[in-house]
């Protein structure tokens, strides 16, 4: 079993950074691949961003490139979201996200453990 914990989320103005953590439970978090997943009110879950466990190959979102840094820690156990350039659109709750072997994929069901969330509120 994989516990993943997320922190850093929070309220910032618009044109702002947040760095997000996501901590992980288990000796094999080098073979994970983590992502991030954003879900606003009333919509369905989307993919934000992701990193392979072997290449450190990483993938974004149209919405999110060249705004936001996903980086990995694996001596840590934590993958990063660093999210620059904030705007009001970005406001949701951000979960991190573990497949076991995977490439990195932009879809949900490819996603073996969920974290429980972490708000990011931007106000404009």
């Known amino acids: 079993q994989v516990q993943l914990v997320e922190s850093g989320g929070g309220l910032v103005q618009a044109g702002g950074s947040l760095r997000l953590s996501c901590t992980a439970s288990g000796r094999t978090f080098s073979s994970y691949a983590m992502g991030w997943f954003r879900q606003s009110s009333g919509k369905e879950r989307e993919f934000v961003a992701a990193?392979?466990?072997?290449?450190?190959?990483?993938y974004y979102a149209d919405s999110v490139k060249g705004r936001f840094t996903i980086s990995r820690d694996n001596a840590k156990n934590t993958v990063y979201l660093q999210m620059n350039s904030l705007k009001s659109e970005d406001t949701a709750v951000y979960y991190c996200a573990a497949d076991v072997w995977g490439v990195g994929s932009r879809e949900v069901n490819e996603y073996d453990y969920w974290g429980q969330g972490t708000q990011v509120t931007v106000s404009s």
């Open positions: 990193i392979s466990w072997s290449t450190g190959s990483t």
